[in-house]
Structures are given as C-alpha cells and as structure tokens.
C-alpha cells in the first residue's frame, strides 16, 4: 500500500471514530454531588451541591469519552442553615473566592458499552488533585417525556478532604475521609 493510500485510509479511520462521539448536556436536575463525613465517630453528616454546567461526550463504540461538570459551592445544602453557611466559609469551601468546584474525566472505562469508570480530576478551591469514581450504575435510555437519548449514572469515591487543604476541624472529630455520591444525567444534543 503507498503512503497517499495509507494516509488516506487512517484519516478516514479518525474521521470516522469521531463521527461516534455523541454529545451530551448534563441534565441539572437529575444532576448532583452529594458527601458524606464522618463526625465525632458517631453520626455522618451529608450535604449535596447542585450543578451549574456540564457536559459529556461518549463514544460507546470506541470506548472513550469526556465528562465536564462544574458545580455551584454556594449551593451546598446539608438541611441546616447555620451548617450551609460555615460550610461555605474560609473554614471550608472558601466560596466568596472559589465559587465552583469542577470535575473533568477523560479517562473513561468500559464494561461493553457501559461506563464503570470515570478518571479525572477534581478542582476544590482552586487545586487539582486525580480521583477516579466507580460507576455503580450507568444506562443509556430515550428518555420518554422529551423523547431524547439520556444517559447516566451513579458513581462514587473517597476522597482525604485535607490534599484540597480542608482542614478544618481534622484535630477534634471532623474525619478527614468523605465518601462522594455522584449522580449524573445527561441529554443528547440533536
């Protein structure tokens, strides 16, 4: 095969590989970071952030993909108003100076066309560390109401919250380990 040929036949491979990718708008009410730390050794205290934007780009058939979400700090809700706003102090999140949080993935595994993990990295109050979230269900769907593909899923991990530098309380009963629930849903663009 002469190289014209050969050139000709991998573009048309890469052009080809990208025309599987489906593009995705993260649903924001189907959408949430939710958390999980222990306290004092006896309760666990949640809380959950709503999201802002997002995005993600699948290729099932090349088992690739994108996922971009962006959430909004000051939306942190844990049912108590006095713990909302501590939470969204310097003590914590910072949110006056860092108002989102975001988490990027690129590294997408599959198990047959089905995502089972998300590698990435989370940004916290402007730092950047690597997570890698499980999937502990994903789907893809036509969702009945707006008769578009939807996919999504639940995925989680544990983080140590002090390698974003949260430390607050770390020396008197506040666990440094939180567990984090991600539930994600996201619509195909036409």
Not at 70 to 90: E, F, P, Y
Not at 155 to 179: A, C, K, P, Y
């Amino acid at each position: 095969m002469n190289k014209v040929l050969l050139t000709a036949v991998l573009a048309g491979a890469a052009f080809g590989a990208g025309a599987q990718t489906a593009h995705y708008v993260i649903d924001p009410t189907h959408t949430f970071v939710m958390y999980e730390v222990g306290h004092f050794g006896t309760t666990t205290n949640r809380g959950r952030f709503s999201t802002v934007d997002g995005s993600v780009q699948l290729d099932r058939a090349g088992k690739r993909g994108k996922v971009d979400i962006t959430m909004d700090i000051g939306s942190i809700n844990t049912g108590v108003d006095a713990l909302n706003r501590h939470l969204q102090s310097k003590d914590f999140f910072n949110f006056a100076r860092y108002p989102t949080g975001k988490f990027v993935a690129d590294q997408l595994q599959f198990n047959g066309d089905k995502v089972s993990e998300l590698g990435g990295t989370l940004t916290l109050l402007g730092q950047s560390h690597p997570v890698t979230l499980k999937a502990q269900r994903f789907n893809c769907y036509v969702n009945p109401m707006i008769r578009r593909e939807t996919c999504g899923g639940d995925f989680e991990t544990t983080i140590s919250r002090s390698q974003w530098g949260i430390n607050w309380g770390l020396t008197f009963g506040f666990e440094d380990q939180v567990r984090l629930l991600i539930q994600v849903e996201a619509i195909k663009t036409p």
